[in-house]
């Protein structure tokens, strides 16, 4: 186990992230109808209410990075050195063990699996969804040291003023419905004028923010997180109907909307407020959890699948099923990944 001095909250929050991953990944199976539609129904408007937060998850992830990494301490080559190591290698060698799991899984032949693995550098490894987060994450280690000296360097007012400009770009999923393109928007620009201000580098900028001045106050940190919860799943769920493919649906799901920025601020605010405590089981489990956190993310999709064809014909009602598949696959992978873990070089391949 990492011998570090860990952050309590932020291991919980890293957990906690980790979870909503798995239960995201899990409500999609009923939701998502053939092709990218939109399943309807009674089921679909419960995921709404259910599986909105876990829009919090990869928000967490990079918050918790901006906290941790921001600004940076050492030699960029240094930066560049420990951060790709530990992501790169992992992330190839579960591209490769997914191109043979398909074979196995989707009747994929030899030829396509070893076409999956040439892919790699193109995007996805082998088209598995989720490893979109680590093409994501290259790109904000490679800014941190761009950035970092200026946040070493300016004053509170001038981190606000990038995350107000940040915080308008956050609404722009909402104005491109009334207005397509706005503010330079053309298809001979693909920079308008909140370009640079957009995307998940706010949340890297939020997470230094709130190590270096601190969090919402607790009962702040509530108000902001049920306005930004509420705002996600009522979006959600009153386009159940209007919305045939899944992408109208998830208008309020993505990562950069105003509403889950709100909910990921209060929610993260809310756990620093966790006192740090003297090391006893629950604890110690939930170092161990976050400490393997990565491996828990790439590997689970495998264990993800497994349980929900065993356990998806239980019940009928997604509040009873999506909870019970997310859970045993957040269990079993832990177990997995921490087995793993004990075979050598390891830390190659798991991260």
Not at 11 to 24: G, N, T
Not at 92 to 104: D, K, R, T
Not at 231 to 260: D, H, K, Y
Not at 317 to 333: E, G, H, M, Q, S
Request: aromatic share 16%; proline share 5%.
């Amino acid at each position: 186990m990492n011998s570090i001095k860990r952050n309590y909250p932020l291991d919980l929050l890293r957990v906690l992230a980790c979870y909503l991953v798995i239960q995201q990944h899990t409500s999609e199976f009923f939701y998502i109808g053939e092709g990218g539609s939109v399943v309807k129904g009674d089921n679909t408007f419960l995921i709404g209410i259910l599986t909105s937060i876990a829009r919090a998850s990869v928000p967490l992830f990079v918050m918790i990075s901006g906290y941790l990494l921001l600004p940076v301490k050492g030699s960029t080559s240094e930066f560049f050195r420990k951060r790709f190591t530990r992501i790169l290698y992992p992330f190839v060698a579960w591209c490769v063990l997914y191109a043979f799991y398909f074979m196995i899984y989707r009747g994929d032949t030899f030829g396509q699996a070893l076409l999956n693995i040439v892919h790699i550098p193109v995007n996805f490894g082998v088209e598995v969804g989720h490893l979109w987060y680590i093409y994501m994450l290259i790109g904000l280690y490679l800014v941190i040291p761009v950035i970092s000296p200026w946040l070493n360097a300016c004053s509170k007012k001038e981190v606000l003023g990038f995350l107000c400009l940040w915080g308008l770009a956050t609404l722009l999923p909402y104005i491109h419905l009334a207005y397509p393109s706005v503010l330079g928007e053309c298809f001979w620009n693909p920079t308008p004028a909140f370009y640079y201000f957009n995307g998940f580098i706010g949340y890297l900028v939020l997470g230094f923010y709130i190590k270096k001045y601190g969090a919402l106050p607790m009962p702040c940190a509530l108000l902001v997180f049920a306005v930004g919860y509420a705002v996600t799943a009522g979006v959600f769920c009153s386009r159940i109907e209007t919305s045939s493919m899944v992408p109208q649906l998830e208008l309020s799901w993505g990562f950069c909307t105003t509403n889950v920025a709100l909910m990921v601020y209060g929610l993260f605010s809310m756990f620093m407020h966790i006192p740090s405590r003297n090391p006893n089981a629950f604890s110690r489990l939930m170092q161990d959890i976050s400490v393997r956190s990565y491996g828990i993310y790439l590997a689970h999709i495998m264990l993800l699948n497994l349980f929900h064809k065993l356990l998806s014909p239980l019940s009928d009602n997604v509040l009873v099923t999506v909870p019970l598949i997310a859970v045993c696959t957040f269990i079993a992978v832990y177990a997995f990944v921490k087995a793993l873990s004990g075979l050598p070089y390891s830390k190659y391949w798991l991260g």
